[in-house]
């Protein structure tokens, strides 16, 4: 799998954020939270919403970035098939809090193997 991440892993189109909206499972840590539900593809699509806590666009812009760092980093190790939205909040972590966090709530939702 390439370690990049390419277009067709995000979700972009508005009828499959409202399917995930709709039809997911949730789970939550501290700091962030992530719906999920199976896509029927061979491959996992993710989409980063970031809540009002955020009042700059140079913060919202760079826990955006993290999380898609942090993502393409261990997307190897994670079950295929499913469209995950990440929604963080509490805008006082670091890179390497938001990736326990991560690999923390991916675990609990069994996404990450």
């Known amino acids: 799998m390439r370690r990049s ?5 995000r979700i972009k189109k508005y009828n499959d954020f409202k399917n995930v909206f ?4 949730q789970r939550e840590v501290k700091g962030l939270k992530i719906l ?28 955006k970035r993290h999380i898609r760092e942090i993502y393409r980093k261990i997307k190897d190790t994670l079950s ?9 909040y509490g805008n006082d972590y670091n890179y390497t809090e938001r990736a326990v966090q991560i690999k923390k709530v991916l675990k609990v939702s069994r996404i990450l193997l």
């Open 5 to 9: 991440l390419t277009k067709r892993e």
């Open 22 to 25: 709709k039809k997911s499972k």
């Open 80 to 88: 295929t098939g499913f469209d995950i939205i990440f929604i963080p």
């Open 36 to 63: 999920f539900t199976e896509n029927n593809l061979s491959w996992n699509r993710i989409a980063i919403v970031t809540g009002r806590g955020y009042k700059r666009a140079v913060k919202r812009n760079r826990v």
